[in-house]
C-alpha cells in the first residue's frame, strides 16, 4: 500500500514537472518565433530602403547628368591674345568641358574642383582686364559654382538647384566673356587729338591738394 502512495505521489509530479517543462518550451518556441519574424521583418525593411535609396541616388544621377553642359563663349580673336597669359582661367575651362562620368560621386568630386578652381581667378587677373567690373563677374561665378558644390554634396542631393545653378552659371560665363571683349574693344578706339594730354591735366589738377 505505501509503494502505491509513492509510486502515484511519483507519477504526479513528473507529469506535473513534465507539464510545466512544455509549457515553458512552447513560450520559449513562440518567443524565438516572433523573435525570428521581427528580425526578418526588420531585414526586409531595410532592404526596401536600400533598394528605394538606391532608385533615388539613380535619379539624381540622371537628372544631373543631362543638365551638366556648360558652354564657354568664343572670345573675340584680340581678347584671346590678351587673354591667353591667364591660365587660371584656361585651367576651369578645360575641368568645365570635362564632364563626369559613371556615377554621382563623380559629380560631386567635380563640383568640389570646379568651385577651387574658380575661386583663385580673382587673384591671378591680367592687368588689361583687372577692373571692377571683372572682378564683379568673378566674384559672382565663384559664388555659384559654391553654391553647386554645396548643394550636390548635402544629404539629400539637391539635384533641381544644381540644375537650375548650371544654368545660371552659363549665363555667368556669358556675361563675363562678353565684359572681356567689351574692355578690349574699348581700349582700342582711337583717343581724339588732345585727349590723353587732357586727362594727364586733370590728373594732375586732382593730385594738388586744395588749400
Known amino acids: 500500500m505505501l509503494f ?24 520559449l518556441f513562440v518567443a524565438f518565433f516572433c523573435l525570428a519574424l521581427a528580425c526578418q521583418k526588420d531585414q526586409t525593411q531595410l532592404l526596401m530602403e536600400r533598394q528605394k535609396d ?7 544621377f540622371q537628372t544631373i547628368n543631362r543638365a551638366w553642359h556648360f558652354s564657354i563663349p568664343s572670345l573675340a580673336p584680340h581678347t584671346r591674345q590678351f587673354a591667353s597669359s591667364w591660365n587660371d582661367l584656361y585651367v576651369l575651362n578645360n575641368e568645365l568641358n ?19 578652381k574658380s575661386a583663385v581667378l580673382a587673384n591671378t587677373i591680367p592687368m588689361v582686364f583687372n ?3 571683372i572682378k564683379s563677374r568673378i566674384a559672382v561665378l565663384t ?13 539629400p542631393v539637391q539635384d533641381q538647384k544644381v540644375v537650375s545653378l548650371i544654368t545660371e552659371v552659363n549665363i555667368e560665363l556669358k556675361a563675363l566673356y562678353l565684359q572681356l571683349d567689351e574692355i578690349v574693344r574699348k581700349s582700342e578706339i582711337p583717343t581724339e587729338e588732345g585727349e590723353t594730354e587732357m586727362k ?12
Open 54 to 60: 538606391a532608385q533615388r541616388k539613380e535619379q539624381v
Open 200 to 211: 594727364q591735366m586733370l590728373d594732375t589738377t586732382r593730385a594738388i591738394p586744395s588749400k
Open 131 to 133: 577692373k571692377p567690373e
Open 98 to 116: 570635362q564632364k563626369p562620368k559613371s556615377t554621382l560621386g563623380a559629380f560631386q568630386k567635380k563640383a568640389r574642383l570646379l568651385s577651387q
Open 143 to 155: 559664388t555659384k559654382f559654391n553654391q553647386i558644390n554645396l548643394y550636390i554634396n548635402v544629404t
Open 4 to 27: 502505491l502512495v509513492f509510486y502515484f505521489r511519483f507519477t504526479f509530479v513528473t507529469l506535473a514537472f513534465n507539464s510545466t517543462s512544455m509549457k515553458i518550451s512552447s513560450i
